[in-house]
């Protein structure tokens, strides 16, 4: 217990005082830590400040040196989602800047219209519609009109039976139709693609016209991007899903778009009221848009400029609005938080920080402690049990021996003082006697030979040796304990067994020791069999009686040094677990080995199998 203690006690004091020392470094990196972010996100305001100022003036240059601006194209930097021009309360969209109000038909042109789809509708006349809108067609003062005139006179071809001058007029209006549009918005060109889908003609034109519709340097309207996203998924070929997914993501900019022209009134009044004397710019959507409006500078109206905030970001920031949890970057971006990856920062308990260095020691410290009071345990509980093992050990053997002394020496001292006088009784003494003498230099022959096993001196003399003679032998040593205890060996020996290269000493002393366990664990039962035979290529040694038996999971251990079997009878039974460990000594010093085959109550059978070619 006081060894104990010696190693738990200065164990404790040390674990203590890293604890100790784990908390205090645990507060200085906690505020080393905090020290770095806030430079970090200090830095990273003005790498982005920077980084949108010079978008935001590179998009205001391209604007100014445009002869006319066209608000429908596409700004030079991919990290602008929408620039619009402000009016008053007013954002006007791209797709709206790009309409252009209806103008007022030429009376000649809307008369041969007016002609035309008379003819067409209700009189049902193609050919003389036909006439009227090519009439109209040459009367058309712009695009507009011409590409108008264009889509009646193809449609009217069409119903005519006339499908080739149909699809070459629709062909002619899908290359040079422009941007012109009709009161809904939607381009006359997009029209034309989808009369020529439904007539199942020029697919190729067809889907090279609506992948180009699809560049996001384009601005759709929702009626166009329904119409684009229903022709791709109908003509053969089409399913481009670079394309399909350039719709989605046109589709939803649009619609973020649209809600923010809604809402641009509360925006505007967020920017305005930041206490900022710099460019302000605020987070808008779902897919987080960085919003700033540039007063008026001559040419230029007032601007709304929308910027992505992932593709304008420094590499390594996560940027998003109130619901990240994050830095806020100041006051030129009110509600606009940077979240930082886990290991962004090292000092913060990452791997090889100061704090994982102390948690590791301290980790190593308490396994030696732990793995020093198992070891210490271990080794006691070992040197427990081997204590035990000699002290039964030594009670075994000194019992085992007094056994045959007491016999002796209670026959020498009758045939001593002459108490005897019948010739035959003392014949039986003496005989008596010597037997126990035998069992006597065997127990003690036991005990020597383990004792030179242990020390690595035991030596085994080979010469060609009879086992049938060796057998024959140890049945003659044993018959004299076998017919005092009641018992009856059978003998099984083949003769014609062919001569090993054996220690006979050590053979003989083998089998005595399975015949002499046999009759201590027989029970009831007075039969024993020795057989000496030969089985796949191995001479054989059995010896089988009908006792008491083994349990299964006691068989593998049996012939372990000092092992003896659990069971209560066999508690009751004297011995020194010595005589089954030379056995299997035995048998693998001539190359064999040991088998046992029992069972709780039918017995048990030992067999030494010796290798025949082994042994030359």
Same mark, same amino acid.
């Given at each position: 217990?006081?060894?104990? @203690?010696?190693?738990?006690?200065?164990?404790?004091?040390?674990?203590?005082?890293?604890?100790?020392?784990?908390?205090?470094?645990?507060?200085?990196?906690?505020?080393?830590?905090?020290?770095?972010?806030?430079?970090?996100?200090?830095?990273?305001?003005?790498?982005?400040?920077?980084?949108?100022?010079?978008?935001?003036?590179?998009?205001?240059?391209?604007?100014?040196?445009?002869?006319?601006?066209?608000?429908?194209?596409?700004?030079?930097?991919?990290?602008?989602?929408?620039?619009?021009?402000?009016?008053?309360?007013?954002?006007?969209?791209?797709?709206?800047?790009?309409?252009?109000?209806?103008?007022?038909?030429?009376?000649?042109?809307?008369?041969?219209?007016?002609?035309?789809?008379?003819?067409?509708?209700?009189?049902?006349?193609?050919?003389?519609?036909?006439?009227?809108?090519?009439?109209?067609?040459?009367?058309?003062?712009?695009?507009?009109?011409?590409?108008?005139?264009?889509?009646?006179?193809?449609?009217?071809?069409?119903?005519?039976?006339?499908?080739?001058?149909?699809?070459?007029?629709?062909?002619?209006? @899908?290359?040079?139709?422009?941007?012109?549009?009709?009161?809904?918005?939607?381009?006359?060109?997009?029209?034309?693609?989808? %009369?020529?889908?439904?007539?199942?003609?020029?697919?190729?034109?067809?889907?090279?016209?609506?992948?180009?519709?699809?560049?996001?340097?384009?601005?759709?309207?929702?009626?166009?991007?329904?119409?684009?996203?229903?022709?791709?998924?109908?003509?053969?070929?089409?399913?481009?899903?670079?394309?399909?997914?350039?719709?989605?993501?046109?589709?939803?900019?649009?619609?973020?778009?649209?809600?923010?022209?809604?809402?641009?009134?509360?925006?505007?009044?967020?920017?305005?009221?930041?206490?900022?004397?710099?460019?302000?710019?605020?987070?808008?959507?779902?897919?987080?848009?960085?919003?700033?409006?540039?007063?008026?500078?001559?040419?230029?109206?007032?601007?709304?400029?929308?910027?992505?905030?992932?593709?304008?970001?420094?590499?390594?920031?996560?940027?998003?609005?109130?619901?990240?949890?994050?830095?806020?970057?100041?006051?030129?971006?009110?509600?606009?938080?940077?979240?930082?990856?886990?290991?962004?920062?090292?000092?913060?308990?990452?791997?090889?920080?100061?704090?994982?260095?102390?948690?590791?020691?301290?980790?190593?410290?308490?396994?030696?402690?732990?793995?020093?009071?198992?070891?210490?345990?271990?080794?006691?509980?070992?040197?427990?049990?081997?204590?035990?093992?000699?002290?039964?050990?030594?009670?075994?053997?000194?019992?085992?021996?007094?056994?045959?002394?007491?016999?002796?020496?209670?026959?020498?001292?009758?045939?001593?003082?002459?108490? %005897?006088?019948?010739?035959?009784?003392?014949?039986?003494?003496?005989?008596?006697?010597?037997?126990?003498?035998?069992?006597?230099?065997?127990?003690?022959?036991?005990?020597?030979?383990?004792?030179?096993?242990?020390?690595?001196?035991?030596?085994?003399?080979?010469?060609?040796?009879?086992?049938?003679?060796?057998?024959?032998?140890?049945?003659?040593?044993?018959?004299?304990?076998?017919?005092?205890?009641?018992?009856?060996?059978?003998?099984?020996?083949?003769?014609?067994?062919?001569? @090993?290269?054996?220690?006979?000493?050590?053979?003989?002393?083998?089998?005595?020791?399975?015949?002499?366990?046999?009759?201590?664990?027989?029970?009831?039962?007075?039969?024993?069999?020795?057989?000496?035979?030969?089985?796949?290529?191995?001479?054989?040694?059995?010896?089988?009686?009908?006792?008491?038996?083994?349990?299964?999971?006691?068989?593998?251990?049996?012939?372990?040094?000092?092992?003896?079997?659990?069971?209560?009878?066999?508690?009751?039974?004297?011995?020194?677990?010595?005589?089954?460990?030379?056995?299997?000594?035995?048998?693998?010093?001539?190359?064999?080995?040991?088998?046992?085959?029992?069972?709780?109550?039918?017995?048990?059978?030992?067999?030494?199998?010796?290798?025949?070619?082994?042994?030359?």
């Amino acid at each position: 217990m006081l060894f104990v @203690l010696a190693i738990l006690l200065p164990a404790a004091v040390v674990i203590g005082l890293a604890a100790r020392l784990i908390h205090q470094e645990g507060e200085l990196v906690s505020k080393r830590t905090a020290d770095e972010r806030h430079q970090a996100t200090e830095q990273l305001r003005r790498e982005f400040t920077a980084r949108l100022e010079a978008i935001r003036l590179q998009e205001i240059n391209r604007l100014i040196r445009s002869p006319r601006p066209r608000w429908t194209e596409a700004p030079e930097n991919p990290a602008i989602v929408l620039i619009a021009r402000v009016e008053g309360d007013r954002v006007v969209l791209p797709w709206e800047s790009g309409a252009q109000p209806p103008q007022p038909s030429s009376s000649q042109y809307a008369r041969y219209r007016q002609e035309g789809e008379l003819r067409e509708f209700l009189k049902k006349d193609y050919p003389a519609a036909v006439a009227a809108y090519r009439q109209a067609l040459a009367s058309a003062r712009d695009q507009t009109e011409s590409a108008d005139a264009r889509l009646l006179l193809a449609r009217t071809l069409a119903k005519a039976g006339d499908a080739a001058e149909a699809v070459r007029n629709f062909l002619t209006l @899908l290359k040079e139709g422009g941007d012109a549009r009709d009161e809904q918005g939607v381009a006359y060109r997009l029209y034309a693609a989808e %009369c020529l889908e439904e007539m199942k003609r020029e697919p190729e034109a067809v889907l090279s016209f609506l992948l180009d519709q699809v560049n996001p340097g384009r601005w759709l309207t929702l009626p166009e991007i329904v119409t684009i996203r229903s022709l791709l998924a109908s003509i053969p070929g089409s399913q481009d899903e670079q394309a399909r997914a350039s719709l989605s993501r046109r589709a939803a900019e649009m619609e973020q778009a649209t809600a923010l022209a809604a809402g641009f009134p509360r925006v505007r009044a967020q920017i305005e009221s930041a206490p900022s004397s710099g460019p302000v710019w605020i987070p808008y959507g779902e897919e987080t848009w960085l919003i700033a409006v540039t007063p008026p500078a001559p040419p230029l109206p007032a601007l709304m400029m929308a910027v992505s905030s992932a593709k304008a970001a420094p590499p390594g920031a996560k940027l998003g609005g109130r619901r990240l949890q994050g830095d806020a970057l100041g006051e030129n971006f009110p509600g606009l938080r940077v979240e930082w990856p886990a290991n962004r920062f090292a000092a913060g308990g990452g791997r090889g920080s100061p704090v994982a260095l102390y948690v590791a020691g301290f980790g190593l410290v308490l396994g030696l402690t732990l793995l020093g009071g198992y070891l210490l345990l271990r080794d006691v509980n070992r040197d427990v049990r081997v204590a035990q093992v000699r002290s039964q050990f030594v009670a075994s053997v000194s019992h085992e021996l007094k056994t045959p002394l007491t016999s002796i020496r209670m026959f020498a001292e009758t045939l001593s003082l002459g108490r %005897c006088r019948d010739e035959r009784a003392q014949a039986e003494y003496l005989e008596t006697i010597v037997n126990e003498s035998e069992r006597l230099a065997r127990l003690v022959d036991n005990v020597l030979d383990f004792s030179k096993i242990e020390q690595g001196k035991k030596i085994y003399r080979l010469r060609p040796t009879s086992l049938a003679a060796v057998a024959d032998s140890a049945a003659r040593t044993m018959q004299y304990p076998l017919a005092q205890q009641g018992f009856t060996l059978r003998l099984s020996i083949d003769q014609n067994l062919p001569s @090993l290269r054996a220690d006979p000493d050590a053979l003989e002393q083998a089998i005595l020791n399975l015949l002499t366990n046999a009759m201590k664990y027989s029970g009831d039962s007075r039969e024993i069999d020795l057989l000496l035979a030969s089985r796949n290529g191995d001479a054989v040694i059995e010896v089988t009686d009908r006792g008491l038996g083994i349990a299964l999971d006691e068989q593998k251990h049996v012939f372990e040094k000092f092992y003896r079997a659990r069971s209560h009878e066999s508690h009751l039974i004297a011995g020194t677990g010595l005589g089954l460990t030379l056995v299997a000594h035995i048998a693998k010093a001539h190359g064999g080995r040991v088998e046992v085959r029992s069972a709780p109550g039918a017995g048990s059978t030992f067999s030494i199998l010796i290798p025949v070619e082994v042994q030359g």
